[in-house]
């Protein structure tokens, strides 16, 4: 008896000291959340390439990297591939204690589309228990894939004219649907809004621009990438669904994300603007 009663009481220490260490150490979720920017941590490298592939055919190799220039608590690279402006994969990966992370698919492609990449690279920085910062970068990758032996320039202008006819229909039932008067805002699709967002946004100063980028990027991860919530309460995957538009307002007090899921229904996104969102 004294024997089983030692026993269970090494069993209870055990599992007590379990539940300590999960305390002391709770698992991270794979997320990204923004925290105020650290100047004085910077990516040595971001980049985003897509490469045409001779063998085998039709096949495009879409890769990402970004390198910190230091060890990060957290490390998230979030990227997005459209064609004609339309989702058709998606990359993320997180890593604790590590400045890099490195990202790979191979894509086979059936006709000719116009291919856009977007990543958004992110760092968690933990400088001790009460202060956290982050640190942010973007990349980008645009190809003309090009399966048939016409002629390649009227063939790049037929895809641009496509997509852009196709993205503007939709964003323009998106508008109509939500009653949004676009006079009110400054208008980005997202490739062009991460581009711009390298250095500033119009009429925002750098320090604003992060702000912008880091709360954008956090909605879109929670609220897009792991899935599109619409209006029924339902998840639809975000494949197929079209390149958002950003609407930044005139008096900067909010955004708007507005896409179209691959079932036709338009979606539309709001994040507050501030230093402390």
Do not use: C
Request: no cysteine; glycine share 4%.
């Amino acid at each position: 008896m004294k024997k089983m009663y030692l026993v269970l009481v090494g069993f209870i220490l055990v599992i007590l000291a379990f539940s300590i260490h999960q305390y002391k150490n709770p698992k991270v979720q794979e997320s990204i959340t923004y925290f105020p920017i650290d100047p004085k941590v910077t990516f040595k490298t971001a980049q985003t390439t897509l490469t045409v592939m001779n063998k085998p055919a039709n096949t495009i190799v879409w890769k990402e990297h970004s390198t910190l220039d230091q060890k990060a608590y957290l490390r998230q690279d979030a990227a997005l591939l459209y064609a004609n402006g339309r989702l058709i994969d998606e990359l993320w990966n997180w890593k604790q204690n590590t400045a890099i992370i490195d990202q790979e698919k191979r894509i086979t492609l059936g006709e000719s589309v116009l291919l856009q990449a977007i990543t958004f690279h992110h760092a968690e920085l933990h400088e001790n228990d009460n202060q956290i910062f982050s640190s942010q970068a973007m990349s980008s990758a645009q190809l003309y894939f090009i399966t048939s032996q016409a002629d390649e320039a009227n063939m790049k202008k037929q895809l641009d004219e496509q997509t852009e006819r196709m993205l503007q229909l939709n964003w323009n039932k998106a508008l109509r649907h939500f009653s949004i008067n676009l006079s009110n805002y400054q208008a980005f699709p997202l490739s062009q809004f991460n581009e711009l967002a390298k250095d500033t946004l119009p009429g925002f100063t750098k320090s604003e621009t992060g702000t912008i980028v880091g709360n954008l990027w956090e909605g879109l991860y929670k609220n897009y990438i792991l899935g599109i919530k619409k209006a029924d309460g339902t998840i639809e995957n975000p494949k197929g669904s079209t390149l958002p538009l950003i609407l930044i307002a005139n008096d900067k007090t909010h955004l708007l994300v507005l896409t179209e899921t691959s079932s036709a229904e338009p979606i539309l996104l709001r994040q507050m603007m501030g230093e402390d969102d």
